[in-house]
């Protein structure tokens, strides 16, 4: 009977065992499908030959691109899953070890450690051989006290006369129990469930909302829609992100020296917020030693244009039919040649970690070098990056700005009309363009159909020491009397913008006089309001 139980232990262990075995193979193949079917390269998406900005509406992507979008959301959520972002992942070796340890638990049931029946049945024997055989009367109480003791002690030598009946009567009982009780709960297969990770970039939360397409598009782009050198860029992103706190970062208060560098004014045609960049400002030695003096300064300049650009990036809107670039212009005049090794540090910063994220690149003011330069490095630019570079000299720098940004949201220094303070005008109010010819008198008339006073401001375009100005009050009765408001005079190149007021007593019109004595067209941009009389 022992024998028959021995191999009966024996015949229940070899099924499980290969029934286990089998699974993992299985396992393994689906995995493998799975990661064969999400890095699968998508169709390749040409690039864009000149600049229009794309479509963030996944509805009107290309069918390649919806494809690219589909496979890398598929990627993230299953790095989400596993807790990738916030935690390197383990290599194949030891994730094969931890497995292998999760089979061996869950099958710690069917490993005969518990019960070692061999050497048992062996020194029973010989005890059996070695005893008389004498007949002892078999009686139910005495088997259950044996089996109660058994099931105590477990560990009873077996040396009485009747030896053989009792190793019997463990042997079932053990069998009996291993049978009927339930298995002991593995510690390490059941594992609770684990929620996938948060992870939040520019304060979008991954794969929550359709804000999140419009993330996952600014990195395809930035990779030209290859899945997996996208994917990477975004775990590299989100870990450059966690080791530079930049949410602690946007709290810290880190001076206003560089505003006079880097700043935000108006928006362009198309409503893309216009970011400023005036490196000539560097020329000011006094600043220049506060930015890049010591590897203290210069580690807080870095931190502070981070910040700067994390606090613009907060004010765009990520929804798909929503502005979520920005507009550069980089002045370069008096800029350092070519760039600072500083400056170029931050520019690789921030192309390495915030991708797609400018619509358009205008380079004013560029010196003659800088083009030289540009040739050298066009190479090493996608096609994508150099459709959207636009590069003026100091002739053409005013007229390139006018091309993408309104006049009265140019700042003066640039040509145009906006100027920091409490000014009469806001930007509300539209700006009438005219032209004067060459060797021409031009004439601009403000009408005042009431009594009221008139307030107006112009401003000719490349101006030079060539253009007279001139302004007076034309009554409309025919026996008034003309008033001259300004008397002509040239127009400096210092005198930014001409500004004027009249209170008019009765009705009639201002008429402000441009002469052109130089021999090209020149371009007159003015606006005029009434306010109440005073």
Known sequence: MAQETVKTVAQ???????AVVSEVPEAEKVETCAKETVVAEPEKVAASISFKEETNVVGELPDPQKKALDELKLLVQEALNKHEFSAPPASPQKVAKEEQKAVSAVDGKAQPCELPPVPAKTECKKEEKDAPPTPVPESEPVEKEVTEVVVKTESESCIDEDGA???EAIQETIVKTEQTQPPPPPCVAEVTPVLPEEVSIWGIPLL?????DVILLKFLRARDFKVKEAFTMLKNVVAWRKEFNIESLLEEDLGTEQEKVVYMHGVDKEGHPVCYNAFGEYQNKELYQETFSDDENRKKFIRWRIQFLERSIRKLDFSP????????????KYSPAPFKKELRQ?????????????????????PWWYLAFYKMINPFFTQRTKSKFVFAGPSKTTETLFKYISPELVPVQYGGLSREGEQEFTTSDCITEDFIKPSCEHAIELPAPEACTLVWEARVVGIGCDVSYGAEFVPSAEDGYTVIVQKSRKVTGDESVICGRFKCGETGKVVLTFFNQSSKKKKVLYRFKKVAFE
């Open 12 to 18: 229940s262990e070899t099924p499980a065992d290969v």
């Open 165 to 167: 009946k009792k190793i």
């Open 208 to 212: 929550a909302d359709e804000r999140s």
């Open 321 to 332: 039919d929503g502005i979520s670039t920005i507009v550069q212009i980089n002045d370069l």
């Open 346 to 366: 931050v520019f690789q910063l921030l192309q390495d970690n915030y991708p797609e994220f400018v619509a358009k690149q205008v380079f004013i003011n560029v």
